[in-house]
């Protein structure tokens, strides 16, 4: 810093904010020590949005607090007017930054290239795969807008389809800035784009909200700066039933090197060590395998992905192994959609053309579902194709996948039946006298079961430190009313909870709250509605009984008045 701004003359050098949790610290340290020679000025434009301008206004909000839509809606409010980018200048100095300065040459010079990397040249598929620099950037944005983005919001989930038709591959360029986010967001909001010549956001609401996750990564590792090794929801870090030792070692292994023996899981992860990328339904895919069947903590895979991905963010990374690992703010459920790991749901690849390009040994089989599961193929089948498994094709490394899946839901349950008895623990102890504070330590709510989360400061508007309500996923609060003892612990712990927890107002339990006593109300008219026309009912029987007793007959039990039914 200190030869470049002594080559060119300056007194001020530019730079782009950094966002990682250790960011201000290191840049700080690098503005100290050139202090004498210029001063390092850091401006926003790596992100649209700066994080802490965005509070979340919960009373206001019908979303779960954690999951995108609240998010955009503070953004656009308090995140103030998006700058557009400005043209490159026509011509700017160049300082040599060479050896004289003391910079090396080379990797080689710095040592980071071994003789091993120098034999396999590992890198040869990434080179292949990308042109990273800005024109390659410039280029992948033109040809995804022009052709590309109107195809996004029906083909964005399939993997088999070559980029950019379905995919915008620009994820490398942002992370890396070769291309603003900026650009990309006023050109979706301002140009015509498409065959129909509709402004971008509009041709695509899905990914013009792509934008606006990754601003909310980077929002949710501003709040949480623990985000990448701490769970979000605190009491998953109780979570007895992870793989530890040379099990987990082995594990994770297979899964790194695509032979867990589920071409669904491999070609994905076969893919990302060539190119270092992968498509968002295999990274999908792979960490769910990863955290639910494998049974490995998320961090692993976490590291991993950082280690491997030519798009590596620590924001984006973290939020989703977090929400993989089902303690982020936003649970994933791949299972109850169709990207389940073990084949049985294909909707990214329908006839395998993915699994046949990345795992070529598969790829005589026939198109479909069986080179998804070829364990359930036929000897005769598996020979045409020249498979043999746990051969020229791993065997599954897991055979009973619903006792896996059983070992994670117990595993998650356990911590939450814990928060549960805890709540009827204290219920129980307490009387109305006790309580003179509300306190943010139950993390599971004894009336819908969701999970809480405590607001961090600056999150919301209005909530810092008050228990929220987030997304819990259907399984997990069934899972739960169905545990014997929980359904009457929780009610045992009701009207505690009321009192005693300082849970946040949202726009939603508002609106519970509202249809109850609407409920209430309607009971209460209903039990007067009742007790009026039971009484004209009474008396109109009572007037057909004497006129059929003059008639010399008695009227069918069930003769009232449909009207009144």
């Not at 091993?116 to 410039?138: N, Y």
């Not at 950019?164 to 650009?183: E, F, K």
Request: charged share 25%.
């Amino acid at each position: 810093m200190r030869a470049a701004c002594g080559g060119v003359g300056a007194t001020r050098a530019f730079a782009s904010r950094r966002y990682e949790p250790t960011a201000d610290a290191d840049d700080e340290e690098t503005a100290a020590s050139v202090r004498d020679a210029c001063e390092i000025v850091r401006l926003p434009g790596y992100l649209l949005f700066e994080p802490e301008k965005i509070q979340i206004d919960l009373r206001r909000e019908k979303y779960f607090f954690g999951t995108l839509m609240p998010f955009v809606h503070a953004a656009e409010k308090l995140g103030g007017k998006v700058g557009a980018p400005r043209a490159a200048p026509a011509s700017a100095r160049v300082v040599d930054l060479g050896p004289e300065h003391g910079f090396a040459a080379s990797l080689e010079e710095l040592g980071i290239v071994s003789d091993v990397d120098k034999r396999l040249d590992w890198a040869a598929g990434i080179r292949a795969e990308w042109t990273m620099s800005e024109s390659g950037a410039a280029s992948t944005w033109e040809h995804f807008a022009s052709v590309g983005l109107e195809k996004f919001e029906d083909d964005h989930g399939r993997a088999d389809i070559v980029a950019p038709a379905a995919v915008s591959t620009l994820s490398p360029y942002l992370r890396h800035g070769q291309i603003s986010p900026r650009q990309i967001y006023h050109e979706l909001a301002t140009k015509k784009m498409g065959s129909d010549g509709v402004e971008g956001k509009k041709l695509s609401r899905v990914f013009w909200h792509r934008l606006y996750r990754r601003e909310f990564a980077y929002w949710q590792l501003h709040n949480w700066p623990e985000l990448p090794s701490k769970s979000v929801r605190g009491h998953y870090e109780n979570r007895k039933a992870w793989l530890e030792g040379d099990e987990a070692a082995v594990a994770l292994h297979r899964w790194q090197t695509g032979t867990t023996g589920f071409p669904t899981v491999d070609a994905g992860m076969r893919r990302l060590w060539a190119t270092g990328w992968m498509h968002q339904s295999e990274r999908m895919i792979a960490a769910t395998f990863l955290v639910d069947y494998c049974g490995v903590h998320w961090t692993h895979g976490a590291d991993w992905f950082l280690d491997t991905l030519v798009d590596a963010d620590l924001a984006i990374n973290s939020m989703m192994w977090q929400n993989a690992g089902k303690s982020g703010l936003d649970q994933w459920d791949v299972f109850a959609g169709s990207l389940t790991p073990d084949g049985s749901s294909r909707a990214h690849d329908p006839e395998g053309e993915s699994i046949a390009r990345w795992i070529p040994e598969l790829a005589a089989l026939p198109k479909g579902h069986l080179r998804h599961r070829p364990w359930e193929a036929s000897a005769k089948q598996l020979d045409a194709a020249g498979v043999e498994l746990g051969s020229t094709y791993p065997t599954r490394m897991i055979t009973d996948l619903e006792g896996a899946r059983r070992r994670m839901l117990d595993d998650v349950n356990a911590l939450r039946v814990d928060e549960i008895n805890k709540a009827a623990t204290r219920a129980n102890a307490a009387s109305a006298a006790d309580v003179d504070a509300r306190s943010s330590d139950v993390f599971v709510d004894v009336r819908s079961a969701n999970d809480f989360v405590v607001a961090p400061p600056g999150a919301t508007k209005d909530h810092a430190g008050a228990l929220v309500p987030v997304s819990t996923r259907k399984e997990f609060k069934t899972e739960l009313k169905s545990t014997k003892g929980a359904q009457a612990a929780m009610q045992s712990a009701y009207a505690w909870a009321d009192r005693a927890l300082a849970v946040a107002e949202t726009a939603a339990s508002a609106d519970a709250a509202k249809a109850k006593a609407q409920k209430r109300a309607q009971r209460a008219h209903g039990h007067s509605h009742a007790a009026s026309t039971d009484a004209s009912r009474s008396l109109r029987r009572e007037a057909r009984e004497i006129n059929a007793a003059h008639a010399g007959r008695r009227p069918a039990a069930d003769d009232d008045d449909d009207d009144d039914a």
